[in-house]
């Protein structure tokens, strides 16, 4: 059966293909040569069989088409509609949790269900580098499962967080809030809810949330999410009528919240969050060369300044020549002052974000590591216009590193606990 590549070559492209099974992942894995870093083959019937056999393969393939200067891996793969189960998804997060490629896994209309080996999924999930995952169009998924998974999700890597159309009902409020209000959805940018039956009193519910305490959401799907009748219960139930005009009001107040939650208040809450995220950046860069000036240049010794007054007197030099502010001089606690102001944000960054930079610029060392990780990359570049990326890309990997990619709360509400929120302030900076 011939393989279809779509544009890029790092692409086979298999969905509905009629592969089923082991036997139809052992047809997949010879199409995978040492170029490809992305797989597609949804549509399928693999079931969670194929999918241990496909993965095991994956290990193989791995071992072979690696080099100590350039591991090889698939960086995404799309296993929608492939009839899998909780126990394909253990094996495809188990297989993600080792291979350090692995970005983005796509497992839309499955028939996973989260009601076997949960821990163990959390975790793989939890310690893998993936930073998008599609869970949408899983029906089948439990809602005390994905209490749980809000629970415990706690990855630093995880970006996109996929779960429209899995019907999603109001009982699920407290923990998807809880989690939105924690330190562990600081990674998170988007969440994608669009299409359950969370009903306008869990939407706004979960934007006071966005409004109060998360400041890092960029992207939140919350379309169509009125509450739903399960109709299954009803087979003779005609939805061209309603019983009565009680629910006709009820109705059309529902989506009246709803439309103006989710397309007049969201919209702007996310906008906010996008500028504090490059305000706090902004902040960071700036204020990184001055503290490394300020912090680290060498103030003039007591004896090196009284040997200077002395060659002045002695060279008969103007009174007006020898004056100066030895602004090296001053106590580090000024000089902190000094440097958060000179972000021109003194405000963006909170006050363990600037602990964490004041560390970084008196680190001499990590100027020499940053400098030769660059030249590095710079060699491997192909095309000069790649470099700017090259360069972009190391500024991007240094911001997540030190927490400075994006705002911070001084101080995060406990779980399950009412705490004030504290926004960034100068306040008093202490260096433990």
Sequence with gaps: MAVVLRSSSDLVYLPDHGFVGEDGAIRILPQLSRQIRRLDISHNLLGSTGIKTLFLGLQHLRMRYS?????????????????ITDEGLECVLGYAKKDVCMREVLLQANQ?????????IIHSLNSSNLTSLSLTNNKTLLPSSLSTLF???????????????????PSLTDSITNFLRSPRSRPLDLLELNGNSLGADSVTKIIDTIESHNFN????????????PDLSLFPNFDPSQF???????????????????????????LLRNRNLTKRTQKAALKCLPIARILLNASPKSVDRIAEEVMNDISNERKMENMEG?????????ILYLIIKHCSEDSEALSENQFIGLIHEAKDEGSLKRRWNVLRERKMKVKWVEDVDEVVIGLKE?????????????DKYPEENGDVIVEMNGVGQLRLD
């Design 67 to 83: 080099t100590p200067d350039d591991l090889w891996g698939l960086r995404q793969i799309n296993l929608g509609t492939n009839g």
């Design 112 to 120: 996973i269900e989260l009601r076997k080996n949960l821990t163990s």
């Design 151 to 169: 629970l415990s999700l706690d990855s630093p890597n995880l970006q996109k967080l996929y779960l429209s159309a899995c019907n999603i009902t």
């Design 217 to 228: 959401l960029k992207q939140l799907g919350l379309l169509a999410n009125d509450i739903k």
């Design 243 to 269: 019983t009565s005009p009680e629910e006709c009001m009820d109705r059309r107040t529902e989506e009246r919240i709803l439309n103006y939650q989710v397309h007049e208040r969201l919209p702007s809450l």
């Design 325 to 333: 502010f030895n602004l090296l001089g001053l106590p580090e606690e």
């Design 397 to 409: 990997e240094w911001l997540k590193r030190g927490k400075w990619d994006k705002w911070e709360l």
